[in-house]
């Protein structure tokens, strides 16, 4: 089965301008949620998509979007960049997400995409 | 108060031995997750293990076994026989049911350095 796939892999920007990320997630997976990777900050939480609704937010301003499709796939969008929007963005899939009372509902991550805004 | 707290930014350990990374972590939701990821220089999150709260064993998987003591508030990960592939960024990561959803908490990393 194939694993969690982003796209693309690297991206290059400049202040002001925006961006969309892409994620599909593995196959039977309908929960895809978005992280931000920061020397900085660490590993934080954006959001979590599930059929196709929006159905946790983690504390990052408007500019960061996103959205989930009929087939899973997922993409996020950040407009306005600004240069501590550099990071490595990590899309993580599983199996029901939020909706699953089970704790060990695994989430798996994708390769990740690492965004620079000069 | 940290969520989940990594004690040890680096370590280093001989190949061929087992080595112990620290896990803290706090919440008061009592359905909760602790799962334990590989970061390689690459950058993809690897699982590595899974922990429910309510589990009355320690997880294993392969070389890796979890130290878990709730009581304590703790979640070790423990990797026997080191290889020279372990060299990599390790992260304890935790989610409350209840509490956040599926939203995964992280603490802020153990670089683990095997020595040949």
């Known amino acids: 089965k194939a694993g969690v796939t982003q796209t693309p892999r690297y991206l290059i920007k400049t202040r002001g301008q925006q961006v969309t990320l892409s994620c599909s997630p593995i196959s039977g997976h309908r929960s895809v949620s978005w992280y931000q990777q920061t020397p900085g900050q660490g590993l934080q939480f954006l959001f979590e998509?599930?059929?196709?609704?929006?159905?946790n937010k983690g504390n990052f301003p408007g500019r960061f979007s996103g959205r989930q499709f009929s087939n899973s796939r997922s993409e996020m969008n950040v407009s306005t960049l600004e240069l501590g929007d550099s990071a490595l963005y990590l899309c993580?899939?599983?199996?029901?997400?939020?909706?699953?009372?089970?704790?060990?509902?695994?989430?798996?991550f994708g390769p990740g995409t690492r965004l620079t805004v000069l | 108060a940290q969520k989940i707290t990594q004690t040890q930014p680096g370590m280093f350990v001989q190949e061929k031995e087992a080595v112990t990374l620290d896990c803290t972590y706090d919440t008061s939701d009592p359905s909760y997750g602790l799962f334990w990821y590989k970061q390689p220089s690459s950058g993809e999150m690897i699982f590595l293990i899974y922990q429910g709260s309510y589990d009355q064993q320690n997880a294993t998987e392969g070389r890796y076994s979890l130290n878990f003591q709730k009581a304590r508030k703790s979640a070790n990960l423990v990797i026997s026989a080191s290889q020279l592939g372990d060299s990599a960024m390790y992260f304890c990561?935790?989610?409350?049911?209840?509490?956040?959803?599926?939203?995964?908490?992280f603490g802020g990393g153990t670089r683990l350095m095997v020595k040949p």
């Open positions: 998509y599930f059929s196709e609704t929006q159905r």
């Open positions: 990561a935790m989610r409350e049911v209840n509490n956040a959803g599926n939203m995964l908490t």
């Open positions: 993580a899939s599983s199996l029901e997400g939020v909706a699953s009372g089970r704790s060990g509902d695994t989430q798996y």
